[in-house]
Every structure is written in structure tokens, then in C-alpha cells.
T-cell receptor
């Protein structure tokens, strides 16, 4: 089947760097996306990797390696407001109208 | 730009009842997808509507149905509610994916409707 695996929880220190991994088992997809969701809030789009490599958007970067079935979200200069859940997501070749999400990683930032 | 708006924000129903949730997409978007999110889990795809037709459906029973109107707004209906239907229901709008439009890969979510079934 199609699945996206993420660590359930990650803890990091304010000002540090953290990497949230996403490994997948899927026959093929158009690209890998990342979304952020604060408690009680709506998921918000962070980044999209259509091709292998690194995409940088301010303090956030996202990476994709299709050959390794692996991607990650890198958050630098962590701030307390980055405490949230992060989801990776893909649009599958087999059912292109839908985007499926991983189970999410809850990031906790310590002072 | 009001973004995606959903109503109601919270509602409580009892088993066996029916519920209708509503969504207005972001201005300029033509596609609406509905997701169910249980506590501590990722959003699960229910179905997607484009041009007033259901384009794709996730692994949800026929008790879940929907509709899209000419103004692109959408409704999600759930019949014969079960305790397990308690969740946050998220509406996401985008551009339709066909044709390689960039906006098709960016979902804009509403704040959701939290349904509690007793």
C-alpha cells in the first residue's frame, strides 16, 4: 500500500536546528509537500519538492531523494512558535486527484 | 482574501443522526477536498470535488457524501453517525491538478469543523 512514515515526536532547543524525516512506500508520486499545524489550527503549506534536491524558504528547507524514498524538513534557528505538528504529503500517480498525508511529527521546542 | 471558511466550527450529535458541514473555498480556487483528522493523526482524504463532480474518493463508506455548487462551495454530509466519526473535518481548496498548474499542489485549509458524536 501507500504510506508515509514520520517520527511521532521530536524535541529540540530554541535556536537549534532540527530535521524531521519522512520515508515513504509508494509506487510513484508527483512531489513531496510539507504542512505545519499548530494545536487547534488548520494545516498550512510550507514547501513542495517536485524534483530531488533541496528547496529553501527562509528558515525552512525541504529535501527529497526519490532513489532513497526519503525526504526531510529542516528547521533552522528554532523559535518557540515553531512548536507544532508537521506533516509530509504526496500526490500519487495512481490517484492524482488526492493528496495523502503522513501521520505527523509533533515538534516541541524547549527554551 | 478570506481564505477557506468552514461552518459550523463545533457541533455535537448523537449516534444515528445526520450532519452537514459547509465550506467556502479560497477566492480563485476551483477544487475542494475534504479530510477527516482524528486526534494526533494526519488528515485522511475523504473525497475531492471539481466542476460539481466527485473526482476521487478515499476509503470512506457511502455514509459520507458531498456536493459542490456552481460557486465552488461544498458540503460534506455524514449519515447514520457513529461514535468513530468524532473528529476534526477539514476542507481544503486548491486549483485542479490536471494541466500541471502550480497551485494544484498547494492546499489551503479551513480551520475545520469539530464533530463530537455521543
Amino acid at each position: 500500500g501507500q504510506s508515509l512514515e514520520q517520527p511521532s515526536e521530536v524535541t529540540a532547543v530554541e535556536g537549534a536546528i532540527v530535521q524531521i524525516n519522512c520515508t515513504y512506500q509508494t509506487s510513484g508520486f508527483y512531489g513531496l509537500s510539507w504542512y505545519q499545524q499548530h494545536d487547534g489550527g488548520a494545516p498550512t503549506f510550507l514547501s513542495y519538492n517536485a524534483l530531488d534536491g533541496l528547496e529553501e524558504t527562509g528558515r525552512f528547507s525541504s529535501f527529497l531523494s526519490r532513489s532513497d524514498s526519503y525526504g526531510y524538513l529542516l528547521l533552522q534557528e528554532l523559535q518557540m512558535k515553531d512548536s507544532a505538528s508537521y506533516f509530509c504529503a504526496v500526490r500519487l500517480y495512481s490517484s492524482a486527484s488526492k493528496i495523502i498525508f503522513g501521520s505527523g511529527t509533533r515538534l516541541s521546542i524547549r527554551p | 482574501d478570506a481564505g477557506v471558511t468552514q461552518s459550523p466550527t463545533h457541533l455535537i450529535k448523537t449516534r444515528g443522526q445526520q450532519v452537514t458541514l459547509r465550506c467556502s473555498p479560497k477566492s480563485g480556487h476551483d477544487t475542494v477536498s475534504w479530510y477527516q483528522q482524528a486526534l494526533g493523526q494526519g488528515p485522511q482524504f475523504i473525497f475531492q470535488y471539481y466542476e460539481e463532480e466527485e473526482r476521487q474518493r478515499g476509503n470512506f463508506p457511502d455514509r459520507f457524501s458531498g456536493h459542490q455548487f456552481p460557486n465552488y462551495s461544498s458540503e460534506l454530509n455524514v449519515n447514520a453517525l457513529l461514535l468513530g466519526d468524532s473528529a476534526l473535518y477539514l476542507c481544503a481548496s486548491s486549483l485542479f491538478w490536471a494541466g500541471g498548474r502550480t497551485g494544484a499542489n498547494v492546499l489551503t485549509f479551513g480551520a475545520g469543523s469539530r464533530l463530537t458524536v455521543l
